[in-house]
């Protein structure tokens, strides 16, 4: 496990990455990790993340700023790889973005889709009516729910990774481009690439504050969201289920 961190001051795609099975939690007691988002895709995106697992109930916290304004941001926990981030040199394709399956050999695989409501599964990897709307750049979140034990034991086997999708690459301050998304072609790719992330360190002194309501807190306007991605609600609806089913069919040419 990584070493652990004092505590500061202060996650695209089910698409991409199979479902994770998870099992029933044996874990007992509280435990707290923290996160400091550096930016990834020169995007400016920092922040800090903090989650408190009590048995596997968690307690997520994320505060971050330099996103695209008004427009939702997926975020993750990835698991399962190595524990760490990427760097902007992992674009190994030429193109103008670090993708978020480039980044998977760092980060790993989608473990839980931080949404403000409903399903938290790898299933919600792409459920942007879901996720929280960055009013004036700026993202602050807080929720409790319950994680599955793989990802639990992610956390304590030191590979979770806090990880926030959605950059503005061209400064058009919407999602857009002819770059598509390497989870979905219908998306641009500037509203699945990773802008910043954070490897879930232990932390020394005590816990996160309890609370967090099932609904979420922070920013989020709704389902009229969507129209930032440049996509209707029925790609929407469907980007995550052809996402997953083409990332199967890559795997299964490769056995």
Known sequence: ???????????????????????????EGSS????????LNQSGVTGTGMVTLDGNTATVMIEAKGLLAGAPHAQHFHIGAQGTCP???DN????????????????GAI???????????????????????????????NRTFEVTDDVHKAFEGGTAVLVLHGFDQNGSKTYDGDVKSDLDPSLPMEATAPVACGALDTAQMGTAPKGGAETGAGSTAGTENQ?????????????????????????????
């Open 1 to 27: 496990m990584r070493k652990a961190l004092a505590l500061p001051t202060v996650a695209l795609a089910a698409a991409a990455f199979p479902l994770l099975a998870g099992t029933a939690s044996a874990h």
């Open 32 to 39: 707290s990790y923290q996160a400091s988002l550096g930016t």
């Open 87 to 89: 760097t902007d040199a």
């Open 92 to 107: 190994k394709d030429g193109d103008a973005f670090l993708s978020t399956t480039e980044g998977s050999a760092a980060y």
């Open 111 to 141: 473990g839980t889709s931080l949404t403000l409501t409903g399903d938290t599964s790898p299933d919600s990897g792409l459920a942007v009516d879901r996720f929280p709307t960055a009013e004036g750049g700026v993202v602050s979140y």
């Open 227 to 255: 129209a930032a991605f440049g996509i209707g609600a029925v790609a929407l609806t469907g980007a995550a289920a052809a996402g997953a089913l083409a990332y199967r069919r890559r795997q299964a040419e490769q056995v």
